[in-house]
Nanobody, 119 residues
Framework: VQLVESGGGLVQPGGSLRLSCAASGITFSRKTIGWYRQAPGKQRELVARLRSSGSNPDYADFAQGRFTVSRDNDGNTAYLQMNNLKPEDTAVYYC?????????????WGQGTQVTVSS
């Protein structure tokens, strides 16, 4: 399983970025994909999560109304559109999926993409 994030960078407050997560080695269309972030000195936290159907996404409170998660099952890619970015959104953003092996859930993570919001 491989997850590769891209699209991060430096953006001014109020700006936008679109992150991508390209997946391979899984049946992407059957997997829930999550976006997480981790800021320096803080725990990794959920940003948004999208089930295989693409319906009823979950958003963290801080993401609601500003971020939109989507997926292209034909292209095995998930996206996170981030608008009206704030300095507190600065973090490394990761995509995640999980699967059951035997009776255990196994998490897969990408390498992360840095998002820096600063003037």
């Amino acid at each position: 399983v491989q997850l590769v994030e891209s699209g991060g960078g430096l953006v001014q407050p109020g700006g936008s970025l679109r992150l991508s997560c390209a997946a391979s080695g899984i049946t992407f269309s059957r997997k829930t994909i999550g976006w997480y972030r981790q800021a320096p000195g803080k725990q990794r936290e959920l940003v948004a999560r999208l089930r295989s159907s693409g319906s009823n996404p979950d958003y963290a409170d801080f993401a609601q109304g500003r971020f939109t998660v989507s997926r292209d099952n034909d292209g095995n890619t998930a996206y996170l559109q981030m608008n009206n970015l704030k300095p507190e959104d600065t973090a490394v953003y990761y995509c995640n999926t999980r699967t059951i092996i035997a009776t255990n859930w196994v998490d897969y993570w990408g390498q992360g993409t840095q998002v820096t919001v600063s003037s």
